[in-house]
């Protein structure tokens, strides 16, 4: 039960309080970087790599050219004049604007063509690609070829470099694990691969870059989840032909879905900025959809080995995990600079499992780089899935149900905070009434009957049991940072003479309802009525300082700092409030909306009368004004998680699977709208199912994508997403001022395993242990067909 | 390239202009009259973000010339809205919560608007069905088909209100 410490009317932390944002959205009124057009403003398009590896004999710009209303073709010999051909990545890696010799994954970006108009520009990219001729070279596809003796140099650029290997990291300590296994009774292996994917979401990227050459000042609409650190990085990257920070004003206006697509620099955006640059005109960059599949950065691909030693009687004691990370050319996945597999070492999860020690490689192969987000920045996905499988891998060879199995090995209530074997200090958790409420909500015993009479009778049905804990909110300074710039986040907040307030942020929405719950979090913290609360965030020239919207971080740093700069305020408040009512700041007492004098609640100012004091009466040696910026570093991570449930059939027949039922018990600690949560959670549970069934970016063994548009790589439509059935418990973060803790990645997090678990249920008693995803119909028509139930 | 004068009724005004004989009807729409709420999110008639209606019919704008739609009649997200008043389905996305990023919001909503006129009673598998053609990344769909289980309830409520 959600308790409202406010009005309807200020409509505080805890109501569903409708999106403020919809107004415009619902009426086609939403302002996306496509929907940005300037006076004069050119186009651009890009010629693209046919071959996954090839050295480029030969540009000849002059028929793209010769095309009326063509302008200029960009290659990397001419960024090369700039030094702009190649960029840094958030990894620290380095990553090709346009190649100047070689091309290192189909698709990639080879020269770029400037023209008055979209269909002039592609007629030129279509000659221009009949134009560059390749000597094409066999690329390395599979990662685990990568490291082979005879496999090609894929990075010759980068000094000393003699093999394709990008870095070793490992946590966790070795020889008590090696101890653990080599003691343990009982021990299950899987090989467990999570395919590459991409967010996709159904707006592309672009922008739209425009210099103003009389004021030099560079202005970028641009597709952003992150814009502050965007400017820094051009600042630094481009600083040496002229574009210094306090010129460069970058506008995330409103983002057709992020997911952590639109976290990282790519090259056309920098392409744009350069032909603006140079031309001294408007310049839009909007790729299509078979550009953004193909050459945008990936999320996921890791090979990983994962073995979990237990007692005989079920009692965890040692989880090792081997990880291959098949990086493309560069690492340019998008993770704290300290963390280059992302916070991977939340792979114990929610048992209490006394040793762990996990290892990964990551390699260069001739794919597109990336490793970032799929709604789910930082490798929680990964470790969610291999702890997730496993178990339920260990109970199947138990011969334990999987729920049990879980309720034995649960992290207890009364061990939080809780330090887990891989060092995470996790803040608070109660693992089990979560388990048991979707137990109960699903029907688990019932359930479980049912799967046994229609065994018996030879009809398939799993059920899939996941049991996740999350880690978001990145993050404490003393050890996140991206870039060097530390992750905190930011809110500057001003209440107007009448009572009114706008509030601005670090952040950026890409469809989360920030413009409703951070004014929610406000309206609770100052009793301001959250319609008159205006939020405002992308645009770099007016927000303050922030690392952006990734990661569920957005409520942990920013609400935290929307909270704080409210403290201040309300601080303030009360030195005027005491002023007007001639007592002392002590005896006054706060409720949202007023101070009263104790014990004489009828002489009272409202926040409206004391922001209009503020600018008309403050007391003298005061300053004026009521406003506050609070930069928030957070003491700690925040862990969210949850117990979602899985019901599949499986037609025995045709291997068709339908998700029958699908029930999610979060916990995201306290809840700021608890509509907005659901619609998160929804959305998240279908990219969890996503991943699980339909989703994988194909590559054959020449690196040539499969299914690089929409008619072949398969987003659920709403006849494949089932009826998300919903529930809550509430555990509150005891650092965040809030209590809140972040929850949009939760469900994809925790959704996947849920559905393999499910199928692998159902196929358990033919002796199956283990499925990839996406687990597909063919996949599981082959196993059918393997064990002797398809003949 | 041969250009064609053409006429088109949007949204209730006859716009005549001068277009190629490639030009797509997504781009007519969008960057020659700046009815920007019509959007694109893929190359294939996949996501249906572009979807539009024509003669009341739903087409996806992406995949049809604008001189395809010379002397015809075309209804847009812009237009749905009339004299001050929301369209029920409008009222149904922000009551239901039935929209994150907005981005597929117009498409589904036109989707939406043929679905209810030729089914005023659709059952939950009915409107699954009906818009299987447009793709949400963000929602998950649950609360979209309740956006349109609101806009049907509220329609036939009108209706009965009319008769």
């Known amino acids: 039960m959600i308790m409202c410490k406010t009005s309807k009317e200020i409509g505080g932390m805890g109501h569903s309080l409708k999106r403020k944002e919809d107004a415009r959205f619902i009426r086609g009124l939403g302002k996306y970087t496509d929907d940005v057009q300037l006076p004069g403003m050119l186009y651009m398009d890009i010629a693209r790599s046919p071959f996954a590896y090839a050295k480029i004999k030969s540009i000849d710009k002059s028929v793209a050219m010769e095309i009326p209303g063509v302008l200029a073709v960009i290659t990397g010999e001419d960024l090369k004049q700039y030094n702009l051909h190649w960029m840094p990545t958030l990894m ?19 020269a770029a063509v400037i023209a008055t108009d979209r269909y002039i520009a592609a007629d030129a990219v279509q000659a221009l690609e009949n134009s560059i001729e390749y000597d094409s070279m066999k690329p390395i596809i599979d990662p685990h070829k990568a490291l082979d003796a005879d496999a090609p140099l894929l990075r010759p650029d980068k000094d000393g470099k003699t093999d394709n290997h990008i870095w070793h990291w490992q946590t966790g300590d070795e020889e008590a694990t090696e101890k653990a296994f080599s003691e343990a009774e009982v021990v299950v292996k899987e090989q467990v691969y999570i395919p590459r994917i991409h967010v996709a979401s159904i707006e592309t990227c672009g922008c739209v870059a425009s210099y103003e050459k009389a004021e030099g000042k560079l202005t970028v609409w641009m597709t952003t989840q992150a814009p502050h650190a965007i400017r820094t990085v051009i600042a ?22 992020g997911f952590g697509g639109k976290v990282p620099v790519y090259p056309g955006y920098v392409i744009a900025i350069a032909a603006s640059f140079l031309i001294g005109k408007p310049v839009k960059w909007i790729e299509d959809r078979s550009e953004n599949l193909q050459a945008d950065s990936f999320a996921r691909d890791y090979h990983m080995t994962v073995e979990l030693a237990s007692t005989k009687e079920g009692k965890m004691t040692g989880l090792r995990i081997k990880t291959l990370a098949d990086h493309g050319y560069t690492d340019a996945a998008a993770n704290p600079s300290k963390f280059p597999s992302g916070l991977f070492s939340i792979v114990t999860g929610s048992y209490d499992i006394p040793t762990a020690f996990t290892e990964m490689d990551a390699v260069y192969t001739n794919k597109p780089p990336g490793g970032v987000a799929y709604r789910c920045s930082f490798r929680v996905t990964e470790a969610v899935h291999a702890i997730e499988r496993i178990t339920d891998v260990l109970a199947q060879k138990l011969g334990r149900d999987p729920a049990d199995l879980r309720f034995q090995n649960f992290i207890q209530k009364d061990q939080f905070p809780y330090r887990s074997a891989l060092g995470w200090e996790y803040d608070s958790g109660d693992y089990a009434p979560a388990l048991r409420m979707a137990m109960d909500m699903v029907g ?49 907040v001003r209440i107007h003479p009448t009572g009114k307030a706008i509030a601005r942020f670090g952040t950026k929405s890409q469809g989360q309802g920030h413009e409703t719950t951070y004014a929610q979090i406000l309206a609770e913290e100052l009793g301001i009525p959250a319609m008159h609360i205006q939020i405002e965030e992308g645009d770099t020239d007016t927000a303050p300082y922030g690392l952006g919207t990734y990661a569920s971080r957005s409520t942990p740093t920013a609400g935290a700092a929307a909270a704080k700069a409210a403290h201040k305020i309300r601080d303030k408040a009360r030195k005027i409030a005491a002023y007007l009512l001639e007592v002392s700041e002590e005896d006054l007492e706060w409720e949202p909306g007023k101070f009263f004098v104790k014990g004489a609640p009828e002489r009272s100012k409202t926040i409206q009368d004391i922001a209009f004091a503020a600018y ?15 930069y928030y570093d957070p003491p700690n991570l925040t862990f969210p998680f949850g117990s979602y449930i899985c019901v599949m059939d499986i037609d025995p027949k045709t291997a068709e699977m339908k998700i029958r039922r699908f029930v999610a018990i979060d916990d995201c600690g306290n809840i700021i709208n608890p509509m907005i949560v659901t619609g998160q959670i929804h959305g998240g549970l279908a990219m969890g199912i996503a991943p699980a069934m339909y989703e994988e970016l194909i590559y054959d063994d020449d690196g040539n994508i499969l299914n690089g548009t929409f008619m072949d790589y398969l987003l659920p439509t709403s006849v494949e997403t089932p009826n998300w059935e919903t529930g809550h418990t509430i555990t509150p973060s005891p650092h965040h001022p809030l209590g809140a803790k972040g929850v949009a990645e939760s469900p994809t997090v925790g959704a996947p395993p849920a559905v393999a678990n499910a199928v692998v249920d159902a196929l358990s008693h033919l002796g199956v242990t283990h499925v990839d995803i996406p687990v597909t119909p063919f996949k599981v028509w082959q196993i059918l067909k393997e064990k002797g139930v398809i003949s | 390239m041969s250009k064609h004068s053409i006429t088109i009724e949007i949204n209730g005004e006859s716009f005549t202009r001068e277009v190629d004989s490639r030009k797509l009807l997504i781009h007519f729409l969008r960057d020659d009259l700046a009815l920007t709420g019509t959007h694109i999110g893929c190359d294939t008639s996949s996501c249906g973000a572009c979807t539009i209606l024509l003669n009341g019919k739903s087409i996806k704008a992406c995949t049809f010339f604008a001189v395809q739609a010379n002397n015809q009649k075309i209804e847009t997200i812009e237009g749905v809205e009339q004299g001050g008043q929301l369209h029920p389905l409008q009222e149904g996305f922000h009551q239901e919560h039935g929209l994150q990023c907005g981005f597929c919001t117009p498409g589904m909503i036109m989707r939406g608007k043929e679905l209810l006129e030729k089914n005023p009673n659709p059952t939950e598998e009915e409107i699954r069905w009906g818009i299987s053609g447009n793709l949400c990344r963000c929602t998950g769909y649950s609360n979209i088909i309740k956006s349109i289980q609101y806009a049907a309830n509220k329609l036939n409520e009108k209706q009965e209100e009319a008769a």
Do not use: C, W
């Not at chain 1, 909110?473 to 905190?488: E, R, T, V």
């Not at chain 1, 008309?616 to 609070?630: C, I, K, R, S, V």
């Open chain 1, 92 to 110: 620290s890696d380095t990553q090709m604007v346009l190649p100047t010799d070689t091309v290192m994954y189909q698709a990639q970006e080879v």
């Open chain 1, 236 to 257: 630094l990257v481009a600083g040496h032909v002229g574009l210094s920070e306090e010129r460069i004003r970058i506008i995330s206006p409103d983002i057709g879905g």
């Open chain 1, 444 to 492: 688990y015993e019932e359930l479980r009957k049912e799967q046994a009479e229609k065994r018996a009778r030879g009809e398939l049905m799993g059920i899939g049991i996941s049991s996740f804990t999350e880690i978001v909110g990145a993050g404490p300074s003393k050890d996140f940072d991206i870039l060097g710039i530390k992750m905190f986040d930011s809110a500057e």
């Open chain 1, 616 to 630: 008309t009466n403050h007391p003298q040696g005061m300053e004026a004004g009521l406003e506050a910026t609070h």
